[in-house]
């Protein structure tokens, strides 16, 4: 079964730090673009971050820039999403995609674009 597998959500307060994990089976994610989305309620689903198959490109959405850090292992098959300085407005279900497409900025903001998505884990940033 090909499955992305997210881990690592949970409560954190303002200022606090999480780190997300993203693990596939069934399939090797180093022919992979890999991304994180996140959807609050009420929200649209919106691009974080993502990072290309080898981890030579990242981009990250202007709300996160300077806070997050995507990354990635291919020998573990997983990527990452460092979170620091959380704030309030960062809670939401995060979810990682993968892609095997011609990587680009532009796929942040193309849910379409992805092949495979994990389940989501919740995030909450609250004091």
């Known amino acids: 079964q090909l499955q992305l597998v997210e881990s690592g959500g949970g409560l954190a307060q303002p200022g606090g730090s999480l780190k997300l994990s993203c693990t596939a089976s069934?399939?090797?994610?180093?022919?992979?673009?890999i991304a994180w989305f996140r959807q609050a309620p009420g929200k649209e689903r919106e691009g974080v971050s993502c990072i290309s198959h080898n981890g030579g490109s990242t981009n990250y959405a202007n709300s996160v820039k300077g806070r997050f850090t995507i990354s990635r292992d291919n020998a573990k098959n997983t990527a990452y999403l460092q979170m620091n300085s959380l704030k309030p407005e960062d809670t939401a279900v995060y979810y990682c995609?993968?892609?095997?497409?011609?990587?680009?900025?532009?796929?942040?903001?193309?849910?379409?674009?992805?092949?495979?998505w994990g389940q989501g884990t919740q995030v909450t940033v609250s004091s």
């Open positions: 995609a993968a892609g095997l497409g011609l990587y680009g900025s532009g796929i942040l903001g193309d849910p379409q674009w992805y092949d495979y």
């Open positions: 069934g399939f090797t994610l180093d022919e992979y673009a």
